[in-house]
């Protein structure tokens, strides 16, 4: 994933505490504070949707059933999710940029 600025192409990786902690789709660049929008993936999307939903349907039916095993497939099943995203990022999409200019430019 390539994490710099498409303004300045200042590096970052490496967010501030508030901004990891409660992501937005718009930040301000720290470096040269101009407004830029995450730049989600369809892939990332698709994964975290199906991921979600697989959690919820097991669920569901390890409560129905009242089973056990069900519930640790669910568990399972949330920790491959989690670690889908992070392994996407640095196979797949190792040159995606990560954010996008919010002003059009001139010749748009």
């Known amino acids: 994933m390539d994490y710099r600025c498409p303004v300045c192409r200042a590096n970052l990786?490496?967010?501030?505490?508030?901004?990891?902690i409660a992501p937005r789709?718009?930040?301000?660049?720290?470096?040269?504070?101009?407004?830029?929008?995450?730049?989600?993936?369809r892939a990332e999307t698709i994964i975290v949707l199906v991921?979600?939903?697989?959690?919820?349907?097991?669920?569901?039916?390890?409560?129905?059933?009242?089973?056990r095993g069900l519930v640790l497939v669910a568990v399972g099943a949330a920790i491959v999710g989690a670690s889908a995203l992070p392994l996407l990022?640095?196979?797949?999409?190792r040159t995606?940029?990560?954010y996008t200019s919010t002003d059009p430019g001139p010749d748009r």
């Open 89 to 93: 990022e640095r196979t797949a999409l």
């Open 51 to 67: 991921n979600f939903a697989t959690i919820v349907v097991l669920a569901v039916f390890a409560y129905w059933f009242q089973s």
């Open 25 to 41: 789709m718009e930040i301000q660049c720290v470096h040269c504070n101009s407004v830029i929008r995450l730049n989600l993936h």
């Open 13 to 20: 990786g490496k967010r501030n505490l508030s901004q990891t």
């Open 96 to 98: 995606w940029p990560r």
